[in-house]
């Protein structure tokens, strides 16, 4: 155990922070949960020098700000049954996240200040991790009218989304990207034309064909994804685009950047690592809104991560109870819980030269710090001591059972993945996974 104020050095480690440009080994000193100095080999912070508590031997590893995921499902209030707040922070944090923004689909929505402020206490009392709210576009996620944006704002939203549903009434959005430019923060579009979706419960392909169940072809997203970007640029709104799934979506994206719009994306470790063809066998863990693509799309994605179009990868962890998954396709809930395998599979991008390794920290780190006007995802001296130390030589298989997240919902389930985060240091304590033994036995050290 670590008393309160001590001092902890990082050393040794391959340290990574795009903030500063910096791909180097090298010792990190932390004091009162700051960054109080950083050498480059060939520099040192001596381990001898004076009060240094606890030293983290991180030879052999990657050193990073922490992760910051920009888009989960935290499902408090209101679906305490799927995940909490408290598991669903250790989830982050096991996954090497550091900082998570909750999406507002919870019961009551997060459509106001009173429920804003109630996720913040919960979080600052119960969150192992920080949390950033996203509040709803529109009130009860209806799509119609707006939310109290404003107040939402002023009791720490981030960002506003009505994820889980799209905003159909172009109208309603448009109001919603003109609103937001008095406080700079994005609006997050959910980019589904539920006309053309129609009920439909994964990919319009072959593999929905052969399997006799409805398909929601790309252009559901593609067409929204247009129209917002025709908004933001209609209004000069901030315009992020969730959960990018597909060619078209990419391209007009990207054409959309060229042409110096304000929009920003992301996408998720599934679509960039599995198909339409893992729902075969009507495997539920497979079911996700977007819904998993083709080897055409996948492409278009790891592409569109590789020149930039795509600014960030997110979760949009989205855990479900057994029973919500355990049942009829056509029946199952939408959504995988990603943040315990997002990094190990975002790492094999680096293994595949789609991205460098700085790259992907700017994707799970910087990028969503900086789009969402966030303190974090850097090393900076005086920056707050959010770090995560990865091993990314060891190899593990995925036991969804082990999970911290209440959500056992996964597609990977039997993977054998590379990259596992060691030791997490966050809201002042360190969690130091490297000797686990079952999910409640991580040793938590207090800073
Ligand atoms: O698969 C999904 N699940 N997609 C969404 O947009 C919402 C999410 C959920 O809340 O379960």
């Known amino acids: 155990m670590v008393e309160k104020g001590e001092k902890i050095l990082i050393s040794g480690g391959q340290i990574v922070d795009p903030s500063q440009g910096i791909n180097c080994v090298g010792d990190l000193l932390i004091e009162k949960g700051k960054i109080k100095s950083l050498a480059l080999e060939p520099e040192k912070i001596e381990k001898t020098e004076e009060d240094i508590t606890k030293v983290i031997n991180a030879k052999g590893m990657l050193v990073f700000p922490g992760l910051v995921d920009m888009h989960v ?91 889980g549903h799209p905003v159909m009434n172009s109208l309603v959005m448009r109001r919603a990207l003109e609103y937001t430019k008095a406080f700079d923060v994005p609006i997050i579009t959910h980019a589904e034309d539920i006309n053309l979706s129609a009920n439909g419960v994964m990919n319009e392909g072959i593999v929905s064909h052969e399997l006799g169940l409805r398909g929601i072809p790309a252009e559901a997203e593609v067409i929204m994804i247009k129209r917002d970007i025709e908004l933001a640029r209609l209004t000069g709104g901030r315009l992020h685009i969730a959960h990018v799934s597909t060619r078209g979506g ?119 710090s900086r789009i969402l006007g966030l303190d974090k995802g850097t090393l900076k001296v005086g920056a707050d001591a959010d770090i995560t130390v990865v091993d990314p030589e060891a190899q593990w298989k995925v036991e969804p059972d082990e999970f911290y997240s209440k959500g056992k919902n996964t597609p990977f389930k039997g993977f054998v993945l590379k990259g596992l985060t060691r030791v997490v240091i966050c809201k002042g304590r360190i969690y130091d996974f490297t000797e686990r033994q079952d999910t409640e036995q991580h040793r938590l050290i207090l800073l």
Do not use: W
């Open 73 to 163: 499902h935290l499902r408090e209030p209101g679906y305490e049954y799927k995940e909490t707040i408290k598991t669903g922070t250790m989830a982050a944090v096991r996954g090497g996240f550091t900082s998570v923004c909750c999406m507002p689909n919870t019961k009551p929505v997060n459509d106001n200040e009173t429920v804003t402020e109630f996720i913040l206490r919960k979080a600052f009392a119960e969150g192992a991790c920080y949390v950033f709210p996203i509040g709803a576009i529109t009130k009860g996620q209806k799509g119609e009218e707006l939310s109290e944006m404003g107040m939402m704002y002023e009791a720490g939203c981030v960002a506003f989304s009505d994820d």
């Open 250 to 368: 990419v391209k007009a994206i990207r054409e959309a950047k060229n042409s110096g719009l304000r929009v920003t994306a992301e996408t998720c470790p599934h679509y960039f690592t599995l198909t339409d063809d893992a729902a075969r066998g009507y495997n539920t863990a497979a079911k996700v809104n977007p819904p998993l693509r083709t080897v055409e799309d996948l492409e278009a994605i790891k592409e569109a991560l590789s020149d930039g179009t795509i600014d960030v990868i997110a979760t949009d962890h989205a855990p479900h109870h057994i029973d919500e998954k355990n049942c009829e396709f056509d029946r199952a809930a939408f959504g995988i819980s990603g943040l315990e395998t997002a990094l190990s599979l975002s790492l094999n991008l680096v293994k595949e030269g789609v991205l460098s390794i700085d790259e992907l920290v700017e994707k799970m780190s910087l990028n969503p």
